[in-house]
């Protein structure tokens, strides 16, 4: 099996509905496009992940939506190099089609005091769901490193709950664990590097707004 030197994952810059939640209301949340800060944002990752891979190959999976592909466009990675492919997996959590901006800030709300791993949003997904839909996506990405010719790197471009909920899965950390981490920051990566005995290692962790509490099956 031959399995990546790193995976390394990708939030997309800054997009319209970071800098302006109201755009909800009149775009759908796929085709929001990414700011010029946000472009800015891409293209200084795009140096850094240059640098990272030089000459190596990658395996790109990108979520479908309009501010992660720009997010890769602006990588400026070597096109050459590069195996790249829309993900449908690794898209964005479904918070409902049309969104009302009271209702949404409301729900929010609501999933802040109910837990974000368990909380199902009206018409969309909950953050189980996406789990589990991240699930299937490294189920198939498993299977790809069976491939003797497969990249030395494989890069996600995908969303902040996204690339949390991969993490939880690769390195199996619980819900309570999920619960206290933030998301990384628009145009933040982070390196999942193979060490000596074959294991993976996060270069950083993610930033942690609370103190994990451990559920506790005794009540």
């Known amino acids: 099996m031959a399995r990546p030197r790193r995976i390394v994952l990708v939030r997309h810059g800054e997009s319209e509905g ?22 800015a944002q891409a293209a200084e990752t795009g ?8 000459d190596e190959t990658i395996s790109a999976y990108l979520s479908p939506y309009r501010r992660t592909l720009q997010t890769f466009r602006e990588l400026r990675l070597d096109p050459v190099r590069v195996r790249a492919r829309e993900e ?3 898209r964005e959590q479904d918070w409902g089609n049309w969104q009302d901006r009271d209702d949404v800030r409301l729900q929010k709300a609501y999933r802040d005091a109910y837990g974000h791993f368990f909380y199902r949003f009206a018409q969309g997904e909950s953050g189980a769901d996406v789990y589990d839909r991240v699930g299937s996506f490294l ?11 497969h990249p030395e790197n494989v890069l996600l471009v995908t969303h902040g709950l996204t690339m949390r909920l991969f993490c939880m899965r690769w390195f199996h950390w619980s819900v309570a664990e999920f619960e206290a981490l933030s998301n990384p920051g628009n145009g933040e990566y982070r390196v999942l590097l193979r060490g ?10 993610f930033e942690r707004w609370t103190t994990p509490e451990p559920y506790d099956l005794d009540g």
């Open 47 to 54: 140096v850094r992940l240059r640098e990272l891979f030089g």
């Open 139 to 149: 189920e198939s990405l498993y299977r790809s490193f069976e491939a003797p010719d």
């Open 18 to 39: 970071n800098l302006d939640d109201t755009v909800y209301e009149r775009e759908p949340d796929h085709a929001l496009r990414l700011t010029p800060a946000g472009r």
């Open 196 to 205: 000596p005995d074959g294991r993976y290692r996060m270069d950083r962790p």
């Open 88 to 90: 449908p997996r690794l």
